[in-house]
């Protein structure tokens, strides 16, 4: 794992979308830099520097506000360089954490000083090694008030979640809509199991993301312009228009075999969210909710 993995555009288009003022890209990462912020041992990749400089001149490039921070897989439970990027953006960031399931109460409401406002449990086995359900549901119940969990995972595992997802005391934010065969078009089987999981509870949110990689050409889909995830999640955003946010996912970790124009995917919003309306829900007052409440 010695070379490093360059996974992001080194020029992205300006998108044809303008977004609404104050329009926050609700899921994207820092990677580093390395020196000051080492990447896990246990990391199954090893991506060259993308800090929070790099993060916050895409973001004045696309047109968006504010960001939301997701600690990414390669930092591990160390979410320092995450809290660091934080701390540099003036206030127009805030975070989620991956966190050790046996962290002190204390550790937490530091984060939480440190602006992170949730919890990621990630079940993509090509990622993580363990992911204890029994462990992740204690420390989801010692969570500082206002704190929400995020779950990744794939579709092909989401009725085996369902309990899980069930006994969470807090709420849920799904990323990436649970990878879902989106091929398979809004009435397929991944999009009904998923509609399904959201009317069992009012608490669950979705991230209506990553096109670039549920649409991908070596997943069977058509690529760029991600015709195919248009048509399957603009359906989706229109009928729960309280529970959906949108981000970047830069700078798309694992991707460096089909990178991505950012500005493309910026260009995707008003195709899922074709009114002014569902645009402020997703990009404004959705995230703005669960991030910014205090």
């Known amino acids: 794992m010695s070379e490093r993995i360059v996974s992001w555009?080194?020029?992205?288009?300006?998108?044809?979308?303008?977004?609404?003022?104050?329009?926050?890209?609700?899921?994207?990462?820092?990677?580093g830099p390395m020196e000051k912020f080492p990447f896990s041992a246990k990391a199954k990749y090893?991506?060259?520097?993308?800090?929070?400089?790099?993060?916050?001149?895409?973001?004045?490039?696309?047109?968006?506000?504010?960001?939301?921070?997701?600690?990414?897989?390669?930092?591990?439970?160390?979410?320092?360089?995450?809290?660091?990027a934080i701390a540099k953006s003036a206030g127009k960031a805030r975070g989620v954490a991956v966190?050790?399931?046996?962290?002190?109460?204390?550790?937490?409401?530091?984060?939480?000083?440190?602006?992170?406002?949730?919890?990621?449990?990630?079940?993509?086995?090509?990622?993580?090694?363990?992911?204890?359900?029994?462990?992740?549901?204690?420390v989801a119940q010692r969570l500082p008030k206002g704190w929400h969990v995020v779950i990744y995972f794939e579709a092909d595992i989401l009725e085996e979640l369902r309990p899980f997802m069930?006994?969470?005391?807090?709420?849920?934010?799904?990323?990436?809509?649970?990878?879902?065969?989106?091929?398979?078009?809004?009435?397929?089987p991944d999009m009904k199991a998923f509609r399904a999981l959201l009317d069992s509870r009012e608490d669950i949110h979705f991230k209506a993301t990553c096109p670039e990689r549920l649409d991908a050409i070596k997943e069977g889909g058509g690529g760029d312009p991600w015709d195919a995830f248009a048509a399957a999640v603009a359906p989706l955003v229109a009928d729960y228009p309280d529970r959906c946010i949108w981000g970047t996912d830069w700078p798309h970790p694992n991707m460096q075999d089909e990178i991505p124009d950012?500005?493309?995917?910026?260009?995707?919003?008003?195709?899922?969210?074709?009114?002014?309306?569902?645009?402020?829900?997703?990009?404004?007052?959705?995230?703005t909710r669960l991030y910014w409440a205090d």
Do not use: W
């Open 9 to 31: 555009h080194g020029n992205p288009s300006k998108p044809k979308y303008t977004p609404l003022p104050g329009a926050v890209d609700a899921h994207c990462h820092v990677f």
């Open 46 to 84: 090893l991506p060259a520097d993308a800090g929070p400089e790099m993060l916050f001149s895409l973001r004045d490039h696309l047109g968006f506000d504010k960001n939301v921070i997701v600690q990414a897989s390669c930092h591990g439970t160390d979410n320092t360089a995450t809290v660091n």
């Open 99 to 138: 966190v050790d399931p046996d962290i002190p109460g204390d550790d937490l409401h530091k984060l939480h000083g440190g602006g992170i406002r949730g919890i990621r449990f990630n079940f993509l086995k090509r990622l993580v090694d363990n992911a204890p359900k029994d462990k992740f549901l204690d």
């Open 166 to 188: 069930d006994a969470i005391p807090v709420p849920i934010v799904i990323d990436h809509m649970g990878r879902p065969d989106v091929t398979q078009g809004p009435d397929g």
């Open 262 to 287: 950012d500005g493309h995917i910026v260009d995707m919003i008003p195709r899922i969210a074709p009114s002014e309306e569902l645009q402020k829900k997703l990009l404004i007052d959705n995230p």
